[in-house]
C-alpha cells in the first residue's frame, strides 16, 4: 500500500505523510494549527482516553476539540478507542499479525523513515515478549532529514591522506546526533569532491531503524550510494556480519554502549576498518563512568570525539575533541 | 388454440419460476464450500505468509470460484484506498455490495460479518482461531443446506409445474 508517498514537495513537509495515517478528525485538528508550528513538530502523542498531545522543539502541549492549542489537559480532545483502531489499522496496513517482530520491538518504521513507538499487552512467551495485544498508546516521531549538518565538521575528521578517522559524536538525547551521523554517513559514502574525497564502502548498522529509515528493508533516508544498510540487526551482531560480508571501509552504527557493543567495535576497529558511533552523554568523563565506555576509551582508539548540544539550536557542536592529545579545538562556536 | 397455447405458457412459466427456486437451493451448499475454500486460502496467507492483509485479499480473489470472488476483491479494494477507515467497515462494505449477488442467505452472511471484528487485528494464532470458527460455522450451514437441497430441490422441480397444471384446470 502505497501509504505515504514520498513524492517532490512532501520531503518539504515531513509532518503531512504522518497526517496521512491518522482519523479524519484528528488530521483535521492538525491542520487547523499554524504551519509555523507544523514545521517544528516532533511527536504526536495519542493515549487512549487521555488527552491528545503533540511534542515540539520547545516542549508538549494539548490539542482541544477545536484545534486550538490549549495548556489545560481539561479541555484537551481526548483520543477514543476508535481513534486508536483506525491509527492501528493504518499504522499495521491491517494486519497486526504481519508486524509482530516489530511490536516486540515497541516500534513500527512508516515509509518515509518516521517511527512510531507503541505500547498496549505485552504478550508473554517464554518469558519473553512475543507480541503486544490491546494498543493504547502511539508515539508518533516526525523525522526529518537535514542536510548538510556534518559538512562543516567532516575536514576535522580526516587525516591527512584524506582517511575518516575513528569518531565518536556524542550529546545527551534530542540533540541531533542521529541526525548528524546519517549525514556523516551520506557525505562519506557519496564522497565530497570540494575536499578530494573519494565516497567510500560504509556499512551501517540500523538497530532501531533511525538512521536509514528503512521501510521493507528499502532505506528512506538519503544515506549515499555506497551504504549497505542492516536494518533492524542488534548492533554486535551486525558489525560482525556486515565485516564478515559487506568488505565495509567504515562501519557506522547509532548508540553504543552495551559490553557487546564495545567488543564488536573493538574486532571491527583490529580489522582495519574505521568506525562512526554516537554514545549519550554530555562529555568525555561522563561516559568515563560507564563502565563499557571507559573500556573503550582506555584502549585509546578513538581519535575524533564530535561533542553536541542544543545550547545555539539542535545540533549545535560545542566542541571537536582530538582523541591522541585530548586537547581541545574549537570549532564552529 | 389460443386456449391451449395459454395453457402452455401457463404452465411453462410457473414450471420455470419453480425450477429457479430449486437452483437455488442446489447451489447454495457449493457456493457455501467454495466460501469455505476461500476462508482456508486466506488462513493460509495470513499465518504462513504472513501476508498484508490488503494483499491477502487481492490473493483469495484471484484463486477462488468466480461467484465468491468479488467479496475479497472489493474488501482488498477498499482496504487499499487511502481512507482511513477500519477494517471490519471496509469489509462491512465489501459484504453489502456482495449479499445482492449471492446466493448466500442472511445466516451465512452473519458469520462473514462477525469475522470482519476481528479480520487482521490481532497476532497471527488468534487471526487462525476466528477462521477457523468461521470455518466451522459455514461448514455447518453447507450440511444444512445439502441436507434442505435435497427435498426442496425435488419439491420446487414439481411444485412449479403441478402449480402450472393447477391453474390451467381450473380456469380452462
Redesign the interface.
Known sequence: ?N?LSTKEGSTHKPYRQIL?????NI?DLLLRLPVQFMDRLEEIRLRQNRPLIVTHTAGDVCLDSSGQLTSNPGDAYVITG?DM??V???V???????I?EELKNGFVTLPGGHRVGLTGKA?IELGKV??L?YISGFNIRISREIKGTAAPILPSLLDRWGRVKHTLILSPPGCGKTTLLRDLVRLVSNGVPELNFDGVTVGLVDERSELAGCYRGVPQRDIGIRTDVLDGCPKAEGMMMLLRAMSPQIVATDEIGKQEDIKALEEVINAGVTVISTVHGTSLEEIMRRPALKYLLSLNVIERFVILSRSKGVGTVEDIIYGSSWGTQEVRR | MIRIAGAVLVIACTGYLGMAKARKYALRPRELRNMQAALQILETEIIYGATPLPEAMEVVASRVDKNTAPLFYQAGQELESMTVCTVKEAWDQALNAFSSRTLLEDSDLRVLRQLGNCLGMSDSRDQAKHLHLAMEQLKIEAMNAAERAKTHVKLWNYLGFLTGLLLVTVFY
Not at chain 1, 20 to 24: A, H, N
Request: charged share 30%; hydrophobic share 35%.
Open positions: 500500500m501509504l496521512s495515517i491518522l482519523p479524519e488530521r476508535d483502531q483506525r492501528i489499522r493504518m499495521s496496513n491491517s494486519s497486526l499479525y504481519a509482530e504478550v512475543k507480541t495485544k
